[in-house]
């Protein structure tokens, strides 16, 4: 083994130090990786996650996290939860405390999260506010990504969700998914995601960031990979858990997250949009891969000061 390392998406680098840290102490890679995404899911300058997370078409903000270890696939997520900060930690509780189950959503992933005293609070900023209501309009940038270029499926996902706006006549009052993947001294994988999903989306909607083998999957055997972007081909396509597979048949990380974009590629899907992935393995190799260019991965060693940024391979 390598040593311990963590690698990110997109706008992880706003935790990955947190969780470095940890490891670099000698800490777990569950730890490394709850903290890494808790600061994440606070970062205001972040509308696709936590606080401020872009809302539903009612104006509500839903969140969906997950964390899967890869010792044991032991796999806990939350989705569609109102008014808690943090559900990578409402996560980390369901995996830990709840062993019965996998996944909660809504009212009851809320009520689990009050009896183990998670603390509410507002996750709709102002700032949020004004971008729900003005972000609707035709725009040249992807609806769920790192500022991608759109594609024809996010202008019709626009004209859908603005029909849904309407009708639902929402209240008045930096972008995408982000997954971090870590591996501790002691050779502990674990891989977590945390998201507000897609905005404007239908009440109660989940993504593939609850989903496991969707967009979060870790074998420690072979390694773990996690997705974001277009999570409704993920979930058809099984994406994290076909990237894994394809690292326990031989491909390199990269290869693997491209044999996985190239297989979502087949499915129709009028809202075609941006979906991108990344891996790593037991040993420490690490990659990616995106379907358009620009697009880049973050990671971080013991010896790191700061994240490292790494091309996506481009399909």
Not at 48 to 76: I, K
Not at 124 to 139: G, I, M, Q
Not at 279 to 301: E, F, K, N
């Amino acid at each position: 083994m390598s040593g311990p390392i963590v690698i990110g998406s997109e706008r992880s680098e706003a935790g990955l130090p947190a969780a470095m840290e940890i490891l670099a102490r000698g800490g777990s890679a569950l730890d490394a990786v709850e903290a890494g995404l808790r600061r994440c899911e606070d970062n205001l300058d972040d509308h696709y996650v936590g606080t401020g997370g872009l809302p539903n078409a009612q104006g509500v903000v839903e969140l969906d996290a997950s964390l899967m270890v890869g010792s044991s696939r032991a796999f806990g997520a939350v989705g569609a939860v109102k008014g808690f900060p943090n559900p990578i930690s409402i996560a980390r509780a369901v995996l830990e405390r709840l062993p019965q189950h996998s996944l909660l959503v809504g009212p009851g992933a809320e009520l689990f999260a009050e009896e183990n005293g998670f603390e509410r609070a507002e996750l709709l900023t102002e700032e949020s506010r004004k971008l729900f209501l003005a972000a609707l309009e035709p725009s040249a940038e992807s609806v769920e990504g790192e500022r991608t270029a759109a594609q024809a499926g996010d202008e019709l996902y626009r004209k859908t969700a603005l029909d849904l706006v309407n009708h639902f006549a929402p209240h008045d009052g930096p972008w995408g998914t982000i997954n971090i993947l870590a591996l501790d001294s002691s050779g502990e994988l674990v891989v977590g995601v945390s998201t507000s999903g897609y905005p404007w989306k239908y009440p109660g909607r989940v993504g593939d960031s609850a989903i496991p083998g969707a967009g979060n999957y870790a074998d420690l055997r072979y390694g773990g990979a996690a997705c974001t972007g277009r999570g409704e081909l993920s979930m058809r396509a099984l994406g994290a858990r076909g990237i894994v597979a394809d690292l326990a048949r031989g491909l390199d990380p990269s290869a693997a997250c491209l044999a996985m974009l190239a297989d979502a590629a087949t499915l129709p899907d009028e809202f075609r949009a941006e979906l991108r992935c990344l891996a790593l393995t037991p040993d420490g190799r690490h990659g990616a891969a995106a379907g358009q260019t620009g697009s880049v991965y973050a990671v971080m060693t013991a010896t790191s000061t700061e994240p490292e940024f790494h091309p996506r391979s481009v399909l």
